[in-house]
């Protein structure tokens, strides 16, 4: 593998002006939502510099999220791989997956904004619920834009919303998943900005969602670095390793990470790898990499899991695949789908099909030498599976 890099200035901390981080990021959108966006970047600098607000977040965190999440050392899927293999159990977290960090967070900071509505898209459903959890428990109201094709894949989640008191709004345009969602969520948005928040589920949209939202995820790599010291013989672990679709697990966990020798190794999904396949462009809101076609045009991602089936990836990444501090890898859906089973059968996990990529590139690099034997390797566990079964159920 190639040498590692010092951890350049900046990298992981505030993005340089304009939210740009290197040649990605900043700001592209109608004027009525720059405004906007001003005013949420405003407020969370403020609510950051905060201590009272960084309290009652992580208190919310911890009473109601169940924070901090365990670090699991995966004893016999290590043995069966000869590396040292540690599970952060974002898969625990309250809702099932990470999303609720960041969700909290935004949600306590719309409150803060004065806001009474959340407004948000989703994929796989995860961050429509996390959003409708934390509507529920701010008292907020919350609409959630959701894809036609993912309404029917993911069935138990957009009951979950509603049960919630959440409005999911299926959108029928393009693809109808997430790139669609969003684009609608973003469109819906400039028409209440007066009243409403829009939540982004990950480290993508205009600034500052890339930067806000993977301060949001930091707790996650926080928590692990902390419990990497108490636990690993030598404190770091030599590979972090987390799935990336827009990439904010990612982004949270390589945030405890990046000014460690630690490699960090974003995993896509083969049909949704804008890190690895994708073009510099410009969609909703912020430049960065998105699969294209030779005029230009935004193709679709095609992902057994619904959260990785996104065509571009959050500007951060592409920074720091630029600068060749984090490595971005593929692997495909049947990968993902056997390292479930996998991970199932050797731990007594079910993960989410997105998480099961992460594996799946473990499996592979133990496998083939590009994780050398005996190394110690922290993978974040982005989510429970229990929303892929119906997926699951077609295909093990
Ligand atoms: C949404 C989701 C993802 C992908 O989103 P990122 O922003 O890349 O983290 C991954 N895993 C799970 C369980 C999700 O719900």
């Not at 789908?337 to 499996?363: D, K, M, Q, Y």
Request: aromatic share 6%; hydrophobic share 40%; net charge negative.
């Amino acid at each position: 593998m190639d040498g590692v890099l010092a951890p350049p200035d900046g990298t992981m901390g505030e993005p340089l002006a304009k939210g740009r981080f290197g040649e990605y990021g900043g700001r592209y959108a109608p004027e009525s939502l720059v405004e906007a966006c001003r005013e949420v970047e405003g407020a969370f600098r403020d609510a950051w510099a905060d201590p009272g607000f960084r309290g009652t977040l992580a208190r919310l965190l911890a009473v109601h999220a169940g924070r901090p999440t365990p670090l699991t050392p995966a004893e016999r899927l290590s043995r069966e791989l000869g590396v040292r293999l540690y599970l952060k159990r974002e898969d625990l977290a309250h809702t099932g997956s990470h999303k609720i960090n960041n969700v909290l967070g935004q949600a306590l900071l719309a409150a803060r904004m004065g806001r009474r509505r959340l407004i948000a898209e989703t994929g796989a459903g995860q961050h429509g619920v996390a959003t409708a959890t934390a509507a529920a428990l701010l008292g907020l109201e919350a609409t959630v834009f959701m894809g036609e094709r993912d309404i029917e894949r993911q069935a138990l989640n957009v009951f979950r919303m509603r049960m919630l008191g959440a409005e999911v709004v299926p959108v029928t345009a393009g693809s109808r998943t997430l790139k669609d969602a969003t684009s609608e969520a973003m469109r819906h948005w400039v028409g209440a900005t007066g009243d409403s928040h829009y939540c982004i589920g990950s480290v993508v949209g205009p600034d500052p969602y890339p930067w806000m939202v993977r301060e949001f995820q930091r707790v996650i790599g926080d928590e692990a670095r902390a419990q990497c010291a108490a636990e690993l013989r030598t404190g770091i672990p030599d590979h972090v390793v987390a799935c990336v679709g827009g990439g904010s697990n990612a982004a949270g966990t390589f945030a405890g990470f990046a000014d460690t020798p630690a490699r960090l190794v974003g995993v896509e999904a083969e049909g949704g790898a804008g890190a690895t396949h994708g073009k510099l462009g410009v969609m909703h809101g912020c430049r960065s990499l998105f699969l294209q076609d030779d005029d230009g045009q935004i193709l679709e991602a095609h992902s057994v899991s619904a959260g990785l089936d996104y065509p571009g990836v959050g500007p951060e990444h592409a920074h720091l695949r630029d600068l060749g501090r984090a490595r971005y890898e593929t692997v495909t859906d049947d990968e993902a789908i056997a390292a479930a089973v996998r991970l199932a059968r050797a731990e007594g996990i079910i993960p989410a099909l997105e998480s099961a990529h992460a594996l799946a590139w473990v499996i592979r690099a133990a496998a083939d030498g590009d994780l050398p034997a005996g190394s110690t390797v922290l993978m974040t566990l982005s989510g429970r599976g229990d929303k892929d079964a119906p997926t699951l159920k077609e295909l093990v």
